[in-house]
């Protein structure tokens, strides 16, 4: 057993449901639900148990009248051990456990609304609880990707610039991730709220809450493996918020060699190498940036992603954008800067250029202008054929 030394979160006195019932204290701390007094049966001797939230098989299973009036420990759809207690107690015990513990059985705390995304890989529900809306990712079970433990770390260590979850929900064989909708949608619906020519201030912003979030990830050790437009989600527009979402290709400690990302995004050793590191996610940032400056992508298809052909456009007017844009597209990842020193770029730190830039609206391709010239000469695009692939005409 663990040091019972450390100090808890939430203790309280509950009632054991068994013949004769018997009372029972359970004492919740940061990484583990612990109960004392606890019998198998009536007439068995009284038992210390822990579970552990990281490694537990159990889940809770609330039980309703109009009030939550007791919950189960579960495990593989049996109930082992019912409590009881007052109504009160019991929901302060379920809001201390929401996101440590899996619950049971979303469909009694949340009302369903519609599919969001339903396919073969994916089924995203938005849901209402008490008013509010929230999304629920449905993936696997057992969970084979790191989805859920990156998120268990992100509800440890939150961070305004990445999207965490409230609670998660496990059935025979799916996992229910509840999180905060966001409702004023991506990068793309940014674009299309400033007639796509966003200014120069907007695309600082966004990228160094991007930069910001990646940091963050990039602390507790957590890759994100697939930044993009659509996981790039406005939280709010005044004052301007971003959030990075989708934490379903996630890899911690560099522990995934599987080649993962999207098309247009993914840096060239995603495509080469055995491991890879956070740096990819700076490649990947960088290809949004690209996108936010001038509203086209660097790669027009696969071919061109995995030979690295990179397609950097001549309209590229400020010396700090480009430089910043040089230093995230590197092809070489030892080369290539990593979240921190991007964010001490010139680019969000030069007072001069930030403020000539104030009354700028940088110049931008329309979704159709960037269609029509994908074949244009190629003195608009600088190829990786080049020798130094980077420099700007």
Avoid at 320 to 328: P, W
Wanted: charged share 20%.
């Amino acid at each position: 057993m663990k040091n019972c030394s450390q100090s808890y979160i939430f203790s309280t006195k509950l009632s054991q449901i068994i013949r004769n019932g018997c009372t029972v204290t359970i004492t919740v701390y940061q990484d583990r639900l612990s109960l004392t007094g606890l019998r198998k049966t009536s007439k068995s001797e009284k038992i210390d148990k822990e579970f552990d939230f990281q490694t537990t098989q159990y889940v809770v299973h609330w039980d309703y009248s109009q009030d939550i009036e007791s919950f189960s420990l579960c495990k593989q759809n049996a109930k082992k051990y019912t409590f009881s207690a007052s109504n009160d107690q019991l929901s302060q015990l379920k809001s201390i456990l929401s996101g440590s513990i899996g619950f049971a059985n979303w469909e009694s705390d949340y009302k369903y609304i519609k599919h969001i995304r339903d396919n073969s890989k994916s089924q995203v529900i938005l849901g209402k609880q008490e008013n509010q809306f929230q999304v629920l990712k449905r993936i696997d079970y057992p969970v084979s990707s790191d989805e859920l433990l990156a998120l268990k770390l992100l509800r440890e260590n939150p961070h305004p610039n990445v999207l965490g979850f409230n609670s998660y929900y496990i059935d025979n064989m799916h996992c229910y991730i509840a999180m905060d909708y966001l409702s004023h949608g991506t990068l793309l619906d940014l674009q299309k709220r400033y007639n796509f020519k966003i200014p120069m201030s907007i695309i600082q912003e966004v990228m160094q809450q991007i930069l910001e979030g990646l940091n963050h990830l990039h602390q507790l050790k957590i890759i994100h493996r697939d930044i993009k437009y659509d996981n790039i989600m406005i939280a709010s527009f005044n004052p301007l918020q971003i959030k990075i979402i989708d934490l379903g290709l996630s890899a911690i400690n560099n522990t995934s060699n599987s080649r993962a990302g999207t098309v247009g995004y993914m840096a060239p050793e995603v495509f080469s190498s055995s491991r890879v590191t956070e740096k990819i996610d700076i490649f990947s940032a960088g290809a949004v940036f690209h996108k936010l400056l001038v509203g086209r992508p660097i790669y027009e298809d696969y071919w061109q992603n995995q030979a690295a052909d990179i397609r950097i456009s001549s309209h590229i007017q400020n010396k700090n954008a480009q430089d910043l844009l040089h230093q995230m597209l590197s092809l070489d990842p030892k080369l290539r800067y990593n979240a921190q020193d991007c964010i001490g770029h010139p680019f969000f730190t030069d007072e001069t250029d930030q403020l000539s830039q104030k009354a700028q609206l940088f110049f931008y391709l329309s979704p159709k202008q960037a269609k029509l010239q994908v074949h244009t000469p190629a003195t608009d695009f600088v190829s990786n054929q080049n020798v130094n692939p980077f420099r700007l005409n």
